[in-house]
């Protein structure tokens, strides 16, 4: 609903909404920019005056100049001893507020001409006057210790171009040079005035540009010379009582100004603030640029005028927009109104009530006529509801029936699936089995009998090899105890076990000895730490059998090094007294989603180097001893740090052997 009010709001107030601010933003840049038009103008009239000041300071200073030379005062002075002369260009320059007066004649003067064109003009008859800048020798050879007047620290600006210099020692002068011939007497009058700290000087520029606050006001109007690019004379101010000679003008004013000759009208930076300002390049007597006269004024009041009037503008429109749209929406009230109300509907509709009803007063209008088509479709959709719910709440019953046998019948063809896997598989073994118990047990017939013929054969000569004879002779049955041990796991049911008492401890050595060879082979170490426990009940020969599989299977986990920890102790499980073996070893473990299937039948983690029977073989007899076999990886610091396979046996004479526990592995 209030997409259709926004519509019809902005139909109503599209010439206000678009237009209007299109002709406004059209007439403010007009404005703006006739706006500084009317500054840029404004600092060129500015930096005109301030020109025109220069030029009849200049000019003045050349006509009083001349006009000395022509006094009879100058003839008489010149007819004085040298003191008399000396005293007379004091009183002169005093009074003509110059800073050097002197005369120069003769090979000097033609030598002052070669090196100046004011002095080479009036050496040939005509007075002239120029802006010239003189070295600090130069300056030091006049009196008045110029030199020091004229030296001025640098200071770090901002936007100015990088520069190594850290002083400005050289003068900007006002030098006028007049002809003279009078009474016999021939040379030049040479006067200037040194610009250099000349405040008086940009001050009264400064008043004559700025007389009205428009543009000028309390310290907003400004004036500057520049040698160079160096102020020497301004009255830009670096803090409240501290004017910013020695400072310099932005990298971008001096290319224009100094590098190619041109004027700028511009805003510029000016030392910590934006100026419009007017930059007109001094050229000395020689006609190449060596310094700006600059004025300029504030920008900033004149920015946040421009801002004012368009936040004031903006204003003046935020409110007629702010006044027009309340009044169309009350105008519109009587198309918003039902509209609202049946969107109010929808929504709760959407939300599943299928009772909610616009319930409007009849109206002969498009809108009251679809208000109440409206109600009627949703009669027919709350039936039509009601019917499907119950015809769904019925198939879902009966998909809940079928889904429950379905998973049942699933469940038992899961089972009986797992058992033919594993009956083929143990099918498969026992054919294995009898193979391999026919193929061993004849050669190893064959070496018993050779063993027996031997052992007859030495008779008495057979003590010094006795051991090693009995050494064969026990591996000879244990060959053929493994052998039937692989009968009995293919068909547990043909072989009934006897009851045995076996230590685990004594088990554990013998089998260290039984695979030192192994161990032999890689830098493994051993760590034992058996307890002394009462007898299982498992046949010496099995636990023997399981003993050495793990312990060859850490091996080969760990390669070429690593360390097995073995580890018995007495443990009670389900209230049955037993003891615990474990095996431990610093491999790479077995991986996650391996763990389930460790003592599967032909599970191996390297195909192609074994059978994969020794684990499922080993938990088979631990488990007819009425025992368990686990395994779970180590976790370190970093991970993985290792695998734990966990025996457990009952005590000999601790319940019935067949009384197997049972625990995921």
């Known amino acids: 609903m209030r997409t259709i009010r926004v519509r019809l709001l902005f139909l109503a107030l599209a010439p206000l909404v678009v237009l209007a601010p299109v002709l406004l933003l059209v007439g403010m840049a007009r404005w703006t920019a006739d706006y500084d038009r009317i500054l840029i103008a404004n600092v060129d009239s500015d930096l005109r005056i301030a020109e025109q000041y220069l030029a009849r300071i200049m000019g003045a200073t050349g006509e009083e100049l001349s006009a000395v030379a022509e006094s009879v005062d100058f003839a008489e002075a010149m007819a004085r001893e040298a003191a008399g002369r000396e005293a007379y260009f004091v009183r002169k320059k005093n009074d003509l507020n110059l800073d050097f007066l002197y005369f120069v004649s003769g090979p000097a003067a033609v030598a002052e001409g070669r090196a100046w064109p004011v002095v080479a003009r009036a050496l040939k008859g005509e007075a002239s006057t120029a802006i010239d800048i003189l070295s600090p020798e130069q300056l030091a050879a006049l009196p008045g210790n110029l030199h020091d007047r004229a030296r001025i620290e640098l200071r770090p600006t901002r936007a100015a171009v990088p520069s190594d210099r850290t002083v400005e020692d050289r003068g900007m002068v006002i030098h006028s040079a007049t002809p003279v011939d009078a009474g016999g007497t021939q040379g030049v009058l040479v006067g200037g005035v040194l610009l250099n700290r000349n405040l008086q000087f940009i001050d009264t520029i400064n008043r004559l540009v700025y007389l009205n606050a428009v543009t000028g006001g309390e310290r907003q109007g400004t004036a500057t010379l520049f040698l160079g690019d160096v102020r020497i004379s301004t009255n830009v101010r670096l803090f409240e009582d501290v004017r910013a000679l020695g400072t310099r003008v932005s990298a971008v004013v001096r290319e224009a100004v100094l590098d190619r000759g041109q004027t700028w009208l511009d805003r510029a930076f000016v030392v910590n603030d934006w100026y419009i300002s007017g930059y007109l390049p001094l050229r000395d007597s020689f006609g190449d640029p060596v310094g700006m006269l600059y004025v300029g004024f504030l920008e900033a009041p004149f920015s946040a005028a421009k801002r004012n009037a368009y936040l004031m ?74 019917k499907l719910r119950a015809w769904a709440e019925e198939l879902n019953n009966r998909v809940e029936a079928r889904t429950a046998e379905l998973k049942e019948a699933n469940s038992k063809l899961e089972d009986t699936w797992r058992q033919l896997v594993m009956s083929e598989k143990l099918a498969s073994i026992g054919e294995i089995s009898a193979g391999v118990a026919h193929e061993i047990n004849n050669p190893v017939a064959v070496i018993q009998g050779n063993l027996d013929v031997m052992r007859e054969v030495l008779g008495e000569h057979a003590a010094g090899v006795q051991t090693e004879i009995d050494l064969i002779d026990a591996q000879i049955g244990r060959i053929t105890s493994i052998v039937g041990k692989l009968l009995q796991f293919a068909r547990p049911d043909d072989h009934s076990g006897v009851a045995a008492q076996t230590e685990v401890r004594q088990v554990v050595r013998d089998c260290l000895v039984l695979v030192d060879h192994v161990l032999a082979t890689a830098d493994i170490d051993v760590v034992t730490k058996l307890e002394e426990t009462p007898p299982v009940a498992i046949p010496v020969g099995e636990l023997q059998q399981v003993v050495v599989n793990l312990l060859v299977n850490a091996v080969h986990a760990m390669e070429d090094s690593g360390t097995i920890c073995l580890i018995s102790a007495r443990e009670a499980r389900n209230g049955r007294s037993g003891v615990t073996l474990l095996v431990q070893d610093t491999g790479p473990g077995i991986p996650e989603t391996l763990l389930k299937t460790v003592f599967d039948p032909f599970f191996t983690t390297k195909p192609g180097e074994g059978t994969g029977l020794g684990l499922s073989i080993s938990q088979t007899l631990v488990q007819r001893a009425g025992g368990l076999i686990s395994y779970r990886n180590l976790t370190g610091p970093a991970g993985v740090a290792g695998a734990e396979f966990t025996v457990w046996l009952p005590l000999a004479g601790n319940g019935d052997r067949t009384d197997t526990l049972k625990e995921g592995n």
């Open 313 to 386: 503008m903006l204003a003046v429109f935020m409110l007629v927009l702010a006044l027009s749209a309340p009044l169309f929406l009350r105008l519109a009230k009587g198309v918003f109104a039902p509209l609202e109300k049946m969107t109010e509907t929808m929504q709760r509709v959407a939300h599943g009530d299928l009772s909610a009803r616009n319930d409007l007063p009849r109206s002969a209008d498009e809108i009251g006529q679809v208000a109440m088509h409206l109600d009627d479709l949703l009669d027919q959709v709350q039936d039509r509801d009601a």
